[in-house]
């Protein structure tokens, strides 16, 4: 399997945290560079970055990685409309890292040795939590403030690392899609935990993209384990536990409404599910309803 250039850390993964600042850019910042590391959460809005000599559009879910002597500043940005656009920008600084097969006190760039990049919902949405945290507890002045500083600062470069495998995972796929071979025991692990899923939230909306998010894997790989061990689909087989699921509640209770139903196997439209059923038990759910139902034998 593809593995990374880069581990998290020769040693135990313990940065030094310097700062934390979330500000509105409302104008231009000196253009400058630091001897530590500083990352750069774009939280909401739209604005710019000059980067070494580059300008770069940012907007909400970018993350900036500027390592020691990178120079740069940022600034808002002209509308359509004439009107001012604005950043609002999380800063964190810290230093003492010491990636494998990278430069002491650098972290390694993102795919194809970029900058920056547009994190993907699931790792926005966690970053933006631990953003969120580390303000609130800069606001404080509780026992160990450094301390719980630092500990989601190393939650949010053990998340930057995962984002960073599985793009790494996702280029070998690519590059790979004919001949790529799984381990069984992986597979097996990763086409189980999917299916333990499905079982718990088969009531719920459930998408392929959510599934694969909340295993830090992509689409592709968990569609290719999945009907490679189970010789269908993701979806086919939601639907298929769905539709068990409907018939064990219609035979427990025939008086129950097919909309009821429905939505208790996660589907709002009782039309569309009402084809589905039919599709898979030869009856629409009325017909089978009144087949079970008590006198209707």
Same mark, same amino acid.
């Given at each position: 399997?593809c593995?990374?250039?880069?581990?998290?850390?020769y040693?135990?993964?313990?940065p030094?945290? $310097? &700062?934390?600042?979330?500000?509105?850019?409302?104008? @231009?910042?000196?253009?400058?560079?630091?001897?530590? /590391? @500083?990352?750069?959460?774009?939280?909401?809005?739209?604005?710019?970055?000059?980067i070494?000599?580059?300008?770069?559009? #940012?907007?909400e879910?970018? =993350?900036? =990685?500027l390592?020691?002597?990178?120079?740069?500043?940022?600034?808002?940005?002209?509308?359509?409309?004439?009107?001012?656009?604005?950043?609002?920008e999380?800063y964190?600084?810290?230093?003492?890292v010491?990636?494998?097969?990278?430069?002491?006190?650098? =972290?390694?760039?993102?795919?194809d040795?970029?900058?920056i990049?547009?994190?993907?919902?699931?790792?926005?949405?966690? =970053?933006?939590?631990l953003?969120?945290?580390?303000?609130?507890?800069?606001?404080?002045?509780?026992?160990g403030?450094y301390?719980?500083?630092?500990?989601?600062? /190393?939650?949010?470069?053990?998340?930057?690392?995962?984002?960073?495998r599985?793009?790494?995972?996702?280029?070998?796929?690519?590059?790979?899609? #004919?001949? !790529?071979?799984? %381990?069984?025991?992986? %597979?097996?692990?990763i #086409?189980?935990?999917?299916?333990? !899923?499905?079982?718990?939230?088969?009531? @719920?909306?459930?998408?392929?993209?959510q599934i694969?998010?909340?295993m830090?894997?992509?689409?592709?790989?968990?569609?290719?384990? &999945?009907k490679?061990e189970?010789?269908?689909? +993701?979806?086919?087989?939601l639907i298929?536990?769905?539709?068990?699921?409907?018939? @064990?509640?219609?035979?427990?209770? +025939?008086?129950c409404?097919i909309?009821?139903?429905?939505?208790?196997?996660?589907?709002e439209?009782?039309?569309?599910?009402? %084809?589905l059923f039919?599709?898979?038990?030869? $009856?629409?759910p009325?017909?089978?309803?009144?087949?079970?139902?008590?006198?209707?034998?």
């Amino acid at each position: 399997m593809c593995q990374p250039e880069h581990d998290i850390t020769y040693s135990d993964l313990n940065p030094r945290f $310097l &700062f934390s600042c979330i500000q509105d850019r409302t104008e @231009e910042t000196q253009y400058h560079s630091h001897d530590f /590391i @500083e990352l750069v959460i774009i939280l909401k809005g739209k604005g710019n970055f000059c980067i070494n000599g580059n300008i770069y559009n #940012v907007e909400e879910g970018n =993350l900036i =990685l500027l390592n020691p002597g990178i120079y740069h500043k940022s600034s808002p940005i002209v509308g359509e409309h004439g009107q001012i656009l604005h950043a609002t920008e999380c800063y964190l600084g810290f230093s003492d890292v010491d990636y494998v097969n990278c430069v002491q006190n650098q =972290l390694p760039l993102f795919k194809d040795y970029q900058i920056i990049t547009k994190l993907p919902e699931l790792f926005k949405k966690q =970053l933006f939590s631990l953003c969120d945290l580390i303000h609130a507890e800069s606001s404080n002045k509780e026992p160990g403030q450094y301390f719980m500083l630092k500990s989601y600062l /190393i939650q949010i470069l053990c998340l930057i690392e995962r984002y960073r495998r599985q793009e790494c995972v996702e280029e070998c796929l690519k590059k790979d899609a #004919v001949r !790529y071979e799984f %381990k069984s025991v992986n %597979k097996k692990y990763i #086409v189980q935990q999917i299916m333990d !899923y499905m079982s718990k939230h088969y009531q @719920e909306k459930i998408s392929l993209d959510q599934i694969a998010a909340n295993m830090y894997l992509s689409t592709y790989y968990v569609s290719k384990i &999945f009907k490679s061990e189970t010789g269908d689909t +993701p979806i086919n087989y939601l639907i298929s536990l769905r539709m068990q699921k409907a018939r @064990e509640l219609l035979d427990a209770g +025939p008086d129950c409404s097919i909309q009821s139903v429905a939505t208790a196997v996660g589907y709002e439209d009782a039309y569309h599910f009402s %084809k589905l059923f039919k599709k898979y038990y030869g $009856l629409s759910p009325l017909y089978y309803k009144a087949r079970i139902a008590p006198g209707k034998m």
